[in-house]
């Protein structure tokens, strides 16, 4: 999990975020450390983790838990969703997507800006720019949210007999 996390994001963010970040040698054990924690300390319980493979290899992960704040006007946050690059478009992200978050579920996430592939694949499930900006270690983000509904018109289309992979390009 955290070798597709450290190479989807190198595939991702190289030119976004800062090289030294990317090509930082404790990048990968940090991220072997998070995913470790994630999945076997009880205080991350609450949380939902969905992995994509392909022929018995990992190819994407997703992990949504419950807010940060508390209070927050959304019952789930989408905290990880990397895919492999050369898996973009198969589909799985939105398989992932829908793993750990329900469709129809209200909530947030934080997407890299500029990232217009991911922010255009977020806006087809649903979730819309509100206006929140943040700088996480020298990157962009913007937030996009999703109120109970939202992703009402994506569940329709599955229901009318749409392949996931149609309605995810």
């Known amino acids: 999990m955290a070798d597709v996390h450290v190479r989807s994001w190198r595939e991702t963010y190289r030119g976004i975020m800062r090289d030294a970040v990317l090509d930082d040698p404790e990048?990968?054990?940090?991220?072997?450390?998070?995913?470790?924690?994630?999945?076997t300390d009880e205080r991350y319980a609450a949380n939902r983790i969905a992995v994509a493979e392909l022929d018995g290899a990992l190819v994407g992960i997703a992990m949504s838990g419950p807010p940060e704040k508390d209070g927050?006007?959304?019952?789930?946050?989408?905290?990880?969703?990397?895919?492999?690059?050369?898996?973009?478009g198969s589909g799985a992200a939105s398989r992932l997507l829908d793993a750990v978050i329900e469709p129809t579920a209200s909530a947030?996430?934080?997407?890299?800006?500029?990232?217009?592939?991911?922010?255009?694949?977020?806006?087809?499930?649903g979730f819309r720019a509100d206006g929140v900006v943040q700088v996480d270690d020298g990157v962009r983000e913007i937030r996009m949210?999703?109120?109970?509904?939202?992703?009402?018109?994506?569940?329709?289309?599955?229901?009318?007999?749409?392949r996931l992979d149609e309605i995810a390009r």
């Open 27 to 39: 990048l990968l054990p940090r991220r072997e450390r998070m995913w470790h924690a994630a999945l």
């Open 72 to 88: 927050s006007p959304w019952s789930r946050h989408l905290y990880v969703l990397y895919l492999l690059a050369e898996h973009h």
């Open 108 to 125: 947030s996430l934080w997407v890299a800006d500029p990232n217009p592939r991911a922010q255009a694949f977020y806006t087809k499930h």
């Open 145 to 162: 949210v999703r109120t109970p509904g939202d992703g009402a018109s994506f569940v329709e289309r599955l229901r009318s007999g749409s």
